[in-house]
Structures are given as C-alpha cells and as structure tokens.
C-alpha cells in the first residue's frame, strides 16, 4: 500500500486491520540514551528524503529501522 493510499484511509476509516499486530513493539517501554550519530552526508541526504517521503522524523525512522533489523536477528 503506497502511503497516500494509508493517508486516506487513515483519515476516513479505522486502520487496525491493515496492521500486523504480532509484530507491533514500542520502542518508547525501553530506557532511552542519547548516542550522537556520523554519518557521510550524501546519506544522511537520503535518510533525510526516505523520512519525509513517509512524514516522520528522520530520528524516528532510524529507530524503527534499528529495531526491525534487531527483531529479524533476534536479539529482543
């Protein structure tokens, strides 16, 4: 589903049955810690257009990436 199809339906109609809630985890139950990132700037250019090509911060998607990649090596 391309995100203005999710887009519309978000705003008209109840989303919960297009989500996979066997994989839903918050990543906001953990402690957090600040680390300070470096990164070549063309890809921190792509990052940058990734995220807003999706309307999310572009903190926020490298969490989420993290995250994933964690679940799919199960480490948590």
Known sequence: MKAKEFDEIFENE???????TNKIMKIDEFEKEN???????KLLKL?????N???V??????KVW???R????SCY
């Open 14 to 20: 109840d989303i919960t049955p297009y989500l996979d």
């Open 35 to 41: 680390i300070v990132l470096s990164m070549p700037y």
């Open 47 to 51: 990052l940058e257009k990734e995220a």
């Open 57 to 62: 911060r572009k903190e926020d998607l490298v």
């Open 66 to 68: 993290i995250a994933e």
């Open 53 to 55: 090509k999706i309307g």
């Open 70 to 73: 964690l679940q799919k090596e």
